[in-house]
């Protein structure tokens, strides 16, 4: 078994750096603070380790073709029809962040749900229930259950309620 060294693999070098840096970092911090970024650490670095691991000792598969990027694009992917989706999906996904950056974690969460299911076009059964559970879920797990202070977001911090 030998070693190949692939482009690829220095971006999996740096992201095993990353959060290496964020386990190290968080050692400071309160229990109780430190365990979010200790279990997104963790599983991030076995995941990252067993992909470095892939890279250099591994082969691909013959019937596989190099292409020397991870993701090859099919033609409806491709299609203006395709690049489309791709843009409304890059938009949910740096909406949402932006949604939790003003008006916190447990707010956003329903109501990017609520937003996405409406948008789909789902029956309002679902598009009620899903949000509902979403958020009840996020409050119950996150501030009853483990105690974690997220911010309550910008917006509702300047009109007072953080």
């Known amino acids: 078994m030998s070693m190949r060294f692939q482009i690829r693999t220095v971006l999996t070098i740096f992201f095993i750096l990353v959060f290496g840096y964020i386990f190290y970092e968080s050692q400071e911090m309160p229990e109780q603070a430190r365990l979010y970024p200790y279990t997104i650490a963790s599983i991030a670095l076995a995941l990252l380790g067993y992909q470095l691991l892939r890279e250099l000792f591994f082969a691909p598969a013959e019937n596989s073709k190099e292409t020397g990027a991870d993701v090859d694009f099919t033609e409806e992917e491709a299609s203006s029809e395709g690049q489309k989706r791709t843009f409304e999906l890059f938009l949910w996904v740096y909406g949402f962040g932006v949604a939790l950056w003003l008006i916190g974690f447990f707010v956003a969460i329903p109501v990017m749900v609520f937003l996405y299911l409406v948008r789909h076009r789902e029956g309002w ?4 229930a899903m949000p509902t559970v979403a958020g009840g879920a996020t409050w ?3 501030n ?7 911010p309550p977001g910008v917006v509702f911090e300047a009109l007072g309620y953080g």
């Open 125 to 128: 059964i679902v598009t009620i």
């Open 140 to 142: 119950a797990l996150f």
């Open 144 to 150: 009853n259950l483990l105690h974690l202070p997220f």
